[in-house]
């Protein structure tokens, strides 16, 4: 692999989960567009945040990528190397490499078993014997990610919450993984406990070079551990730029209203950020509306939005690297104005 070729490419990247119906011979009626059509790379190192309402695809482009799901349509390259359909005997070697960090610290731990066993598991399906042995190895995982040595023998739930994601993340590191899609990792845990282990991942991303995909809905936590930032909208990136510049110049509207729901402290004197509300609710993924699928809920919406869907592609003004998918960009002088969209399709 060149220096020039990124880790991760997705391009193109879909995914419609059908939906049956009929008596008594079901067949396809429709389909869910959960993702539809996803542009981004990831280089090596890199941490890409992946931010948006609940329900907008971000998990199912985690289990894409990590081909926990099996795309419809598009393209993902790991290294050079084309896995959109790779069958298991070529995962094999791969998925040692691409790793995941699973929502619920709860559920995605084995109760009976413990965590010595949990973290050694990836070791022992890939048959991997470390130097020193399987223990000493998951000692010193366990070592990395804040917890001790000593609780190699314990059960998950004689641990808090926080302590089984960390438990997650050491499993997770247990194969050396080039890259690592955590799915929201802090979101179940309590938020005094969401800094430690924000700061937890990003101390192992900074000392053993591994490129993150950090999916999540809190803005706050993304802008803290992520280098770059993709926004997404009911299936569809509609802004991806560097974290500063994403969120010092938003220029998709949709950005800008996330933003803007953000609590910040100011001072008595200092007159608060104006607060975007978006009016309606997110379309259904089933029949997403024409043309841009946030002109719905935008309040720039013309029937250029509805006839046409605007590509991912830099704007004027933007810096280099910041795509915005948007006929009316935003500027630092725009002041919106919330309304209703007048398009009959809005309740769809």
């Known amino acids: 692999m060149s220096d020039t070729t990124p880790l991760l490419d997705v391009s193109g ?10 008596f008594p011979f079901p067949r396809t009626i429709g389909a869910v567009q959960a993702v539809d059509g996803l542009d981004f790379q990831v280089a090596t190192g890199e941490s890409l945040g992946l931010v948006g309402e609940s329900g907008c ?40 490499e691409i790793q995941m960090i699973f929502q619920d610290p709860y559920a ?12 050694a598991g990836p070791m022992e399906i890939n048959d991997i014997n470390p130097a020193g042995g399987r223990e000493k ?30 438990i997650g993340v050491a499993r997770a590191l247990a ?17 005094s406990i969401q800094a430690q282990v924000v700061n937890l991942l990003q101390k192992v991303q900074q000392e053993l070079g591994i490129a993150f995909v950090f999916i999540a809905h809190d803005l706050a936590v993304v802008r803290h551990f992520s280098q770059r930032v993709a926004v997404m909208y009911l299936g569809k990136i509609v802004e ?33 950020r104006e607060r975007i ?25 013309t029937d250029k939005c509805a006839s046409e869907a ?4 830099q704007v004027e003004g933007n810096k280099p690297g910041h795509l915005t998918a948007c006929h009316y960009p935003e500027t630092a002088e725009t002041v919106p104005s919330p309304r209703l969209a007048k398009d009959p399709e809005a309740a769809a």
């Open 310 to 313: 605007p590509p991912l592609v």
């Open 13 to 22: 990247l879909t995914k419609h989960f059908p939906i049956r119906g009929g």
């Open 240 to 272: 991806i730029a560097d974290r500063d510049d994403l969120y010092g110049n938003p220029r998709h509207p949709y950005t800008r209203a996330l933003l803007s729901a953000v609590p910040e402290a100011t001072a008595d004197e200092t007159p608060a």
């Open 108 to 119: 995605s731990l084995n109760p009976r078993q413990t965590v010595g066993k949990i973290i």
């Open 57 to 96: 695809g971000k998990s199912t482009t985690g289990r894409l990528i990590t081909r926990l799901l099996e795309p419809t349509a598009g393209k993902i390259s790991y290294r050079g190397q084309d896995i959109t359909h790779a069958g298991r005997k070529r995962l094999a070697p791969i998925r040692s």
């Open 175 to 191: 194969l050396e993984p080039k890259l690592i899609v955590a799915d929201e990792p802090v979101s179940a845990l309590d938020v």
């Open 277 to 301: 509300r978006l009016v309606g609710d997110v379309p259904s993924p089933i029949s997403p509306p024409s043309g841009c699928r946030f002109r719905t809920r935008c309040w720039k919406a």
């Open 137 to 166: 190895r998951v000692r010193e995982l366990l070592e990395i990610v804040g917890l001790n040595p000593e609780h190699y023998n314990r059960f998950p739930h004689e641990f808090s919450g926080g302590q089984r994601q960390r």
